[in-house]
């Protein structure tokens, strides 16, 4: 352990009391983390990045669900929702009048709670009701979200988990001390004011859990490994029956129990001063006074002497998932699990990776942990094959296990594996949210910064005779398996909406505190705006090849990308070569042969493609790119086919389709979505027929990517090596046929015209209801709608803050997720769009969908907040930087729209200029009025069709046709 001392610099002079800090810090940390704690016990967690000025900030608690009070579980999860309604200062326009209401609406819920009676019950509820929506009146909602947003503030939101409560924020690096003095606001005390409409949406978010197969999956794991331990007892979503009941007694005491500060961490990476940071945190939380933490105690969990099985049903793909109890995240068993997974699975080289998934014995195979402050988990998950049992799937899942378990993996695996993890530490490194998330994990688990800095020492110096050692002891039948079979679920619970009334929002109000603290200003940083003429150096080879240039300035990484100007939409086949690929060898290698030796070089290598490019990728260790590129070269001249390789990707391709019929997500913003846009001939739908699968030759496919050479392409480069040696290598190694032949043009579309409003009804069975309207607008890309989109959108629907939220939301409690979105399009010749979403139960459709079409018919102009959008937007841009491995991405976007400026620099200037009547223009001409598609997705039987109908032509489609299969 180390000490550094700082000194806190007031402008260019030391001050001349000076300051000294004694940092805690430990030597050859890779983030330079540097650790203070207040005398009140406040610790911080500070790691400067000067890439870019902003800070990705935690506040963290170390509660979770597992304090949940048992007869109340739920309860944190829900005081997080209840961290953004503010104070007895922020978010209220007369304390003394809400507080009053407030304190019956606390006590209404304690009777509430009390009483056995439904009648009672829902008479004690009308009340709660009633006093609600009068307090309401005194509050200014969303005021937390809307200040955080004016000073530019970005990824705002928070999570639950069994032993955490983290707030997150990315803000400008200017603005450091108006966000202290707003989080010192927001976690002196807890206002629960709109609590019952908060409520809601909390049971809009355990219903929509009830979707979820993996969060059954693993809560049976957990009930069988922790019988009596949080835990397994306890869900972070709560139960049903207590979230109806929920006590604000409790709430408070959690708050006042927990949220102290010696439970608590500011956690910070980006650029500051560590010194300033210490000196903040005194000013604005150095008066929080400390209080004893109650211990966490808890029983040890009984040993599993064999095998336990459990099933669970659920509409999504069969799986099984087996799992091993260990001990805590701290101890040394965590060293070796982490090892072992990757042994097991790195996604390359691993034995899952190898013999199940590379010789296509699983349709997916994977093993896991979790790290938890008083226990471990270790599991092995998998898929099967079509006509393949989740039986023979544990089997083989078993069968890798046990080769850890007798040795039977090479030893110069292990050092591979070490190596992969310091990869991934240093590309991690460069980013701050990742940073933050590694400081955050040492906090909640109670391992101190030294030792979690050292664990990649103490893994290296494990052996593969350790690792066997380990495996033979701890890996036996003491395990859970868990089957998760494709059958409907009988035993959803759903939390049923009791009678609200909609909350009047004071949509223009504010409090005292939040006119004071947009009374005070920070300085503005200087926007910088990349030229990308410089910043990428240009030539072209001599084979006619373009290359693009860009260095990395950071560390000892690279990027190399053959960019072909062709994918799926320019030939089928391309896209399932890309699929069959992975799985080929070479007159020299076998597949896994080139795997392990990629992975032995600390490289990966990835094909991939979308509707119009196709893309080979190599990155790594710079240190050994010479030998990928020559391993890449070899492999694009040698691969040789395998028939029984093609015919189990076609067979795992159609068993994909199906499954992809099974997933709500992909249903709704893939297939509907295209299906709204394009109708039945779709870039989605583009694919080939199980007939035309089933006629392809294994040459022909091998041949597609064999040839792509030959094609018309491009080269990027992103590391250290000098332009010329780059030059010099890829003119020793990438040979090609001149001339190359020209690109196979991609199949264009028609982008439907949205005259006429009409309803897409899909049955599909969900608890809720998922309601998604596409209207097409100017079928060109239109740059003063994209300069002001970003305004609409900051404004009107996304974002906390938005009218949007704060409606559908806030006020009336219809979704847990909801948004509107103004979208360009991403090429010169494709249309705008707006689309906007609401998932909700399917009895509040009638409100849902009419307040959401008034909201964008007639959207509420409010000027203070039209105001902070605008500001936000440019406190953002002034403090985002494009990092040196995103430029030439970002350059490419931009000239597919026909510009080769940064973009950005027009938003900017715009969003300077803007005003009210501006936005206020911007939704006469391109929002008002507008017909839309409504995507209704839901089970037939819950949602009304007649009522559907009343907004336009009702047309039911089937899976098959929005799939094309």
Same mark, same amino acid.
């Given at each position: 352990?180390?000490?550094?001392?700082?000194?806190?610099?007031?402008?260019?002079?030391?001050?001349?009391?000076?300051?000294?800090?004694?940092?805690?810090?430990?030597?050859?940390?890779?983030?330079?983390?540097?650790?203070?704690?207040?005398?009140?016990?406040?610790?911080?967690?500070?790691?400067?990045?000067?890439?870019?000025?902003?800070?990705?900030?935690?506040?963290?608690?170390?509660?979770?669900?597992?304090?949940?009070?048992?007869?109340?579980?739920?309860?944190?999860?829900?005081?997080?929702?209840?961290?953004?309604?503010?104070?007895?200062?922020?978010?209220?326009?007369?304390?003394?009048?809400?507080?009053?209401?407030?304190?019956?609406?606390?006590?209404?819920?304690?009777?509430?709670?009390?009483?056995?009676?439904?009648?009672?019950?829902?008479?004690?509820?009308?009340?709660?009701?009633?006093?609600?929506?009068?307090?309401?009146?005194?509050?200014?909602?969303?005021?937390?979200?809307?200040?955080?947003?004016?000073?530019?503030?970005?990824?705002?939101?928070?999570?639950?988990?069994?032993?955490?409560?983290?707030?997150?924020?990315?803000?400008?690096?200017?603005?450091?001390?108006?966000?202290?003095?707003?989080?010192?606001?927001?976690?002196?005390?807890?206002?629960?004011?709109?609590?019952?409409?908060?409520?809601?949406?909390?049971?809009?978010?355990?219903?929509?859990?009830?979707?979820?197969?993996?969060?059954?999956?693993?809560?049976?794991?957990?009930?069988?490994?922790?019988?009596?331990?949080?835990?397994?007892?306890?869900?972070?979503?709560?139960?049903?029956?207590?979230?109806?009941?929920?006590?604000?007694?409790?709430?408070?005491?959690?708050?006042?129990?927990?949220?102290?500060?010696?439970?608590?961490?500011?956690?910070?990476?980006?650029?500051?001063?560590?010194?300033?940071?210490?000196?903040?945190?005194?000013?604005?939380?150095?008066?929080?006074?400390?209080?004893?933490?109650?211990?966490?105690?808890?029983?040890?969990?009984?040993?599993?002497?064999?095998?336990?099985?459990?099933?669970?049903?659920?509409?999504?793909?069969?799986?099984?998932?087996?799992?091993?109890?260990?001990?805590?995240?701290?101890?040394?068993?965590?060293?070796?699990?982490?090892?072992?997974?990757?042994?097991?699975?790195?996604?390359?080289?691993?034995?899952?990776?190898?013999?199940?998934?590379?010789?296509?014995?699983?349709?997916?195979?994977?093993?896991?942990?979790?790290?938890?402050?008083?226990?471990?988990?270790?599991?092995?998950?998998?898929?099967?094959?079509?006509?393949?049992?989740?039986?023979?799937?544990?089997?083989?899942?078993?069968?890798?296990?046990?080769?850890?378990?007798?040795?039977?993996?090479?030893?110069?695996?292990?050092?591979?594996?070490?190596?992969?993890?310091?990869?991934?530490?240093?590309?991690?490194?460069?980013?701050?949210?990742?940073?933050?998330?590694?400081?955050?994990?040492?906090?909640?688990?109670?391992?101190?910064?030294?030792?979690?800095?050292?664990?990649?020492?103490?893994?290296?110096?494990?052996?593969?005779?350790?690792?066997?050692?380990?495996?033979?002891?701890?890996?036996?039948?003491?395990?859970?398996?868990?089957?998760?079979?494709?059958?409907?679920?009988?035993?959803?619970?759903?939390?049923?909406?009791?009678?609200?009334?909609?909350?009047?929002?004071?949509?223009?109000?504010?409090?005292?505190?939040?006119?004071?603290?947009?009374?005070?200003?920070?300085?503005?940083?200087?926007?910088?705006?990349?030229?990308?003429?410089?910043?990428?150096?240009?030539?072209?080879?001599?084979?006619?090849?373009?290359?693009?240039?860009?260095?990395?300035?950071?560390?000892?990484?690279?990027?190399?990308?053959?960019?072909?100007?062709?994918?799926?939409?320019?030939?089928?086949?391309?896209?399932?070569?890309?699929?069959?690929?992975?799985?080929?060898?070479?007159?020299?290698?076998?597949?896994?042969?080139?795997?392990?030796?990629?992975?032995?070089?600390?490289?990966?290598?990835?094909?991939?493609?979308?509707?119009?490019?196709?893309?080979?990728?190599?990155?790594?260790?710079?240190?050994?790119?010479?030998?990928?590129?020559?391993?890449?070269?070899?492999?694009?001249?040698?691969?040789?086919?395998?028939?029984?390789?093609?015919?189990?990707?076609?067979?795992?391709?159609?068993?994909?389709?199906?499954?992809?019929?099974?997933?709500?997500?992909?249903?709704?913003?893939?297939?509907?979505?295209?299906?709204?846009?394009?109708?039945?001939?779709?870039?989605?739908?583009?694919?080939?027929?199980?007939?035309?699968?089933?006629?392809?030759?294994?040459?022909?496919?091998?041949?597609?990517?064999?040839?792509?050479?030959?094609?018309?392409?491009?080269?990027?480069?992103?590391?250290?090596?000098?332009?010329?040696?780059?030059?010099?290598?890829?003119?020793?190694?990438?040979?090609?046929?001149?001339?190359?032949?020209?690109?196979?043009?991609?199949?264009?579309?028609?982008?439907?015209?949205?005259?006429?409003?009409?309803?897409?009804?899909?049955?599909?069975?969900?608890?809720?209801?998922?309601?998604?309207?596409?209207?097409?607008?100017?079928?060109?890309?239109?740059?003063?709608?994209?300069?002001?989109?970003?305004?609409?959108?900051?404004?009107?629907?996304?974002?906390?803050? *938005?009218? !949007?939220?704060?409606?559908? +939301?806030?006020?009336?409690? %219809?979704? #847990? =997720? /909801?948004?509107?979105?103004?979208?360009?399009?991403?090429?010169?010749?494709?249309?705008?769009?707006?689309?906007?979403?609401?998932?909700?139960?399917?009895?509040?459709?009638?409100?849902?969908?009419?307040?959401?079409?008034?909201?964008?018919?007639?959207?509420?102009?409010?000027?203070?907040?039209?105001?902070?959008?605008?500001?936000?937007?440019?406190?953002?841009?002034?403090?985002?930087?494009?990092?040196? *491995?995103? !430029?030439?991405?970002?350059? +490419?976007?931009?000239?597919? %729209?026909? #510009? =080769? /400026?940064?973009?950005?620099?027009?938003?900017?200037?715009?969003?300077?200029?803007?005003?009210?009547?501006?936005?206020?223009?911007?939704?006469?001409?391109?929002?008002?009025?507008?017909?839309?598609?409504?995507?209704?997705?839901?089970?037939?039987?819950?949602?009304?069709?007649?009522?559907?109908?009343?907004?336009?032509?009702?047309?039911?489609?089937?899976?098959?046709?929005?799939?094309?299969?």
């Amino acid at each position: 352990m180390h000490y550094i001392t700082c000194c806190f610099k007031k402008g260019e002079e030391m001050m001349d009391a000076k300051i000294q800090y004694a940092f805690k810090t430990v030597p050859d940390d890779l983030l330079k983390v540097q650790r203070y704690t207040l005398p009140n016990g406040l610790q911080l967690f500070l790691s400067v990045n000067k890439n870019e000025p902003r800070v990705f900030t935690n506040i963290v608690v170390r509660a979770g669900s597992k304090q949940d009070p048992p007869e109340t579980t739920g309860l944190a999860h829900y005081m997080e929702h209840m961290l953004f309604k503010g104070t007895s200062k922020m978010g209220t326009l007369d304390w003394e009048k809400e507080s009053a209401l407030l304190e019956q609406i606390s006590d209404l819920y304690e009777a509430h709670r009390a009483t056995q009676d439904d009648a009672e019950r829902r008479r004690i509820y009308a009340e709660i009701d009633r006093i609600s929506f009068e307090a309401a009146k005194l509050s200014a909602p969303s005021e937390y979200d809307k200040l955080v947003s004016n000073i530019g503030g970005r990824a705002t939101n928070a999570y639950t988990w069994v032993e955490q409560t983290v707030y997150v924020n990315d803000i400008p690096s200017n603005e450091l001390e108006r966000w202290m003095k707003l989080e010192s606001e927001r976690f002196r005390m807890m206002a629960l004011r709109l609590f019952h409409t908060e409520l809601e949406t909390v049971y809009e978010e355990f219903n929509i859990n009830q979707d979820k197969d993996n969060r059954k999956v693993n809560t049976a794991i957990r009930e069988v490994l922790f019988p009596s331990h949080p835990y397994g007892t306890q869900t972070t979503i709560g139960s049903a029956e207590h979230l109806r009941t929920p006590s604000q007694v409790n709430i408070q005491r959690y708050f006042q129990t927990y949220y102290v500060p010696n439970n608590m961490a500011i956690v910070m990476a980006g650029d500051f001063d560590p010194a300033e940071v210490v000196k903040l945190a005194e000013k604005y939380f150095g008066n929080y006074q400390s209080k004893p933490v109650p211990p966490f105690t808890f029983e040890p969990q009984p040993p599993l002497t064999q095998p336990a099985h459990r099933v669970v049903y659920g509409q999504e793909p069969s799986l099984v998932m087996l799992a091993w109890r260990f001990d805590q995240a701290k101890s040394d068993d965590t060293l070796y699990l982490g090892l072992i997974r990757s042994l097991l699975f790195n996604d390359q080289a691993g034995l899952l990776d190898l013999n199940l998934n590379q010789q296509q014995k699983v349709l997916e195979s994977e093993a896991w942990f979790w790290f938890y402050e008083d226990y471990s988990v270790f599991g092995l998950y998998g898929k099967p094959r079509q006509g393949q049992t989740l039986e023979e799937v544990k089997d083989l899942l078993l069968g890798e296990l046990n080769k850890i378990c007798r040795g039977e993996f090479d030893e110069w695996m292990v050092e591979a594996v070490t190596t992969d993890f310091k990869l991934g530490q240093v590309m991690a490194s460069e980013s701050n949210d990742a940073r933050v998330n590694a400081m955050t994990s040492s906090f909640i688990l109670g391992i101190d910064w030294e030792h979690y800095t050292r664990r990649q020492a103490d893994i290296a110096k494990i052996t593969k005779a350790q690792i066997v050692e380990f495996a033979q002891k701890h890996f036996s039948d003491n395990y859970v398996e868990v089957q998760k079979v494709q059958a409907e679920d009988s035993n959803v619970t759903k939390v049923e909406k009791p009678i609200i009334t909609a909350v009047e929002l004071n949509r223009d109000a504010i409090s005292s505190y939040a006119q004071s603290f947009l009374e005070t200003t920070a300085p503005s940083l200087e926007p910088v705006f990349v030229d990308f003429e410089t910043a990428i150096e240009s030539t072209i080879l001599s084979s006619g090849i373009p290359l693009d240039y860009v260095r990395n300035p950071n560390n000892s990484l690279f990027r190399l990308d053959y960019i072909f100007p062709m994918g799926k939409n320019s030939d089928r086949k391309l896209g399932l070569a890309v699929q069959y690929f992975p799985y080929l060898g070479t007159d020299r290698y076998s597949s896994a042969d080139l795997q392990r030796e990629l992975f032995r070089l600390g490289l990966s290598f990835d094909v991939s493609n979308d509707d119009d490019y196709t893309y080979m990728s190599l990155s790594g260790l710079e240190d050994n790119m010479v030998k990928g590129l020559e391993l890449l070269e070899h492999i694009l001249a040698n691969l040789k086919p395998d028939a029984t390789i093609l015919k189990n990707v076609i067979s795992d391709t159609l068993t994909h389709r199906e499954n992809a019929k099974k997933d709500r997500n992909l249903v709704l913003r893939n297939a509907l979505s295209n299906y709204a846009r394009y109708g039945d001939d779709s870039p989605f739908t583009y694919r080939l027929s199980a007939a035309e699968l089933s006629q392809l030759e294994a040459d022909e496919l091998c041949n597609q990517i064999k040839t792509l050479n030959g094609f018309e392409h491009k080269i990027y480069y992103y590391g250290q090596f000098p332009m010329q040696e780059i030059v010099r290598l890829l003119e020793t190694h990438h040979h090609v046929s001149t001339p190359l032949k020209k690109a196979i043009p991609s199949r264009q579309y028609n982008q439907l015209e949205t005259k006429e409003n009409q309803v897409v009804f899909l049955d599909f069975p969900i608890v809720q209801t998922d309601v998604m309207l596409v209207s097409k607008g100017t079928p060109r890309f239109n740059m003063d709608e994209h300069l002001m989109s970003d305004l609409f959108n900051d404004y009107f629907g996304l974002g906390l803050s *938005s009218i !949007v939220f704060q409606e559908i +939301r806030e006020s009336k409690a %219809l979704a #847990y =997720s /909801t948004y509107a979105y103004y979208s360009s399009p991403r090429k010169r010749d494709w249309a705008h769009y707006l689309q906007a979403y609401v998932g909700t139960q399917p009895d509040k459709l009638s409100d849902a969908i009419p307040t959401f079409l008034q909201l964008l018919n007639e959207m509420p102009v409010v000027e203070s907040q039209i105001e902070h959008a605008r500001q936000a937007i440019l406190k953002r841009i002034e403090s985002e930087r494009i990092i040196p *491995s995103r !430029v030439y991405w970002q350059a +490419r976007a931009n000239r597919e %729209l026909g #510009y =080769s /400026t940064d973009l950005r620099r027009d938003i900017y200037q715009r969003t300077e200029q803007a005003r009210i009547r501006d936005l206020v223009s911007f939704h006469e001409e391109y929002v008002r009025g507008r017909a839309y598609k409504f995507l209704v997705m839901g089970s037939k039987s819950q949602v009304d069709l007649n009522y559907l109908e009343g907004f336009g032509t009702l047309k039911e489609v089937s899976l098959e046709e929005v799939f094309g299969y």
